[in-house]
């Protein structure tokens, strides 16, 4: 087991560049989702706190050190704090699993894509500095003109619990690859990673207010900071209901939003597959990766008839082979999930599926050899139809439920059948098959063969009630640029639409 006696540091908030006890001096407890223990407490930002890191965000901007460094200046920011992620990972990443119940394995992989994603906005930073003034030929004698790409000024960065550190870092990496000044809110239930980074971000010497961090609770720190008239733009990860609001909050403002939103994923399995244990052990991943807890899980699996029975047979031995434990035990593959409320809301999912006629095939129930925790065994649900709840609802938990199809028609009407339109995989031989689902699915990821493989330089992001713009790859980066055309009039001759009062 890891060291589960690593100090968990006592931060204030993280506001230009130094540790500022909110105004208010409230502070919200840690709790260990794996042991339901306080472990320690964190700073909680109001609207008081909001407004000195706005002003400290807009301070860096107007500052030489922050706004007006190139992108191969800011790259190497972003490359010391990559650095220092990877000297740190082994604290960083237990830090994680004793906060969100993230298992040690993935919490490690966490940092790792940390660390990735701040070398590649790195690379991308630089390379903005030749893209940054763009030359547009206007076929004009008169005119000439060219496009500005300009960082896009203050942004606010609302993230939640299920990747702490990976999901802030989606956004504020490229945040600062494009110059912009940030105010990052992480989850109140999975706070302290993003603390330490800034910690990282006093360590490398980045530029006062560049990256400002405000923990705290959502409506409290997260709501001001939407509605803020300082800040340009608000880029979101999390629930539904809560992008409703962060984006009516906004929009009285007229201020750009971006909405990253939860999914029902589906991962459609076809009797042509060569081998039924790596479609199964995939559509295990799909789900049961970090205790379920993923926007782009594929919780409907929707499996062809005539191997439905022996799919589901290999599905059950792999799902029983999952060693389900405290998360910084060796070899776990399923720790708790990250609350109470999260553990009391999965539980009733699961048991209105029951009420509605549904069969817990497998799961359903805490794990019997673990008392304390908020431990749910993975869960596969059959018998569903379409009016389910739990067919149509984000469940953000270990839960796959199931559906059996006959025709290529009607695994494509049911894979479509959810309000969201996140991510959706395919598992077939058929390359053209293959192709006419990539076509079919009505969402912004499609897996071939796999589902969940994530990579920086790939657009991510839905359609639907799944959200709109895109984290990651260069999509990424435009999220925080102001693009601005320059032009001017180079004729001698006057413009004559007026007459001259010279010629009276
Ligand atoms: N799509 C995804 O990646 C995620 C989906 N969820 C889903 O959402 C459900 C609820 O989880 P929560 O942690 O409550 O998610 P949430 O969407 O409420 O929280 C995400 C972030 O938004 C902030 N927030 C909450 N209310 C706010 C407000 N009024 N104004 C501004 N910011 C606000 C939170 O503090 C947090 O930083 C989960 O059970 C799960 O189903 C949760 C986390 C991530
Ligand atoms: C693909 N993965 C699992 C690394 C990240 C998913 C992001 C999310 O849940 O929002
Ligand atoms: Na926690």
Redo the contacts with the bound molecule.
Sequence with gaps: MANRNVPIPRRQLYIGGEWREPVKKNRIPIINPATEEIIGDIPAATAEDVDIAVEAARKAIGRDDWGSTTGAQRAKYLRAIAAKVLEKKSVLATLESLDSGKTLYESAADMDDVAGCFEYYAGLAEALDSRRKTPVNLNSDSYKSYVLREPLGVVGL?????YPLL?AIWKVAPALAAGCAAIL?????ASITCLELGEICREIGLPSGALNILTG???EA??P??SHPHVDKIS????GP??S??MT?AAQLVKPVSL???GKSPIVVFDDIDNLDIAAEWTLFGIFANTGQV?SATSRLIVQENIASAFMDRLLKWTKNIKISDPLEEDCKLGPVVSAG?YE?VLKFISNAKSEGATILCGGERPQHLKKGYYVQPTIITDVNTSMEIWKE?V?GPVLCVKTFKTEEEAIELANDTKYGLGAAVMSKDVKRCERFTKAFQTGIIWINCSQPTFNQLPWGGKKRSGFGRDLGEWGLENFLNIKQVTEYTSAEPLAFYKSPSKN
Excluded: R, V, Y
């Excluded at 609302?158 to 299920?162: D, L, Q, S």
């Excluded at 979101?236 to 629930?239: E, K, Q, R, V």
């Design positions: 609302i993230t939640p619990w299920n999901m809110k992480p989850s109140e239930l609770l959502g409506p997260g709501g900071l939407a979101f990860t999390g629930s809560t992008g609001k962060i909050a990253e939103l939860g926007c999260q809301k984000e953000f």
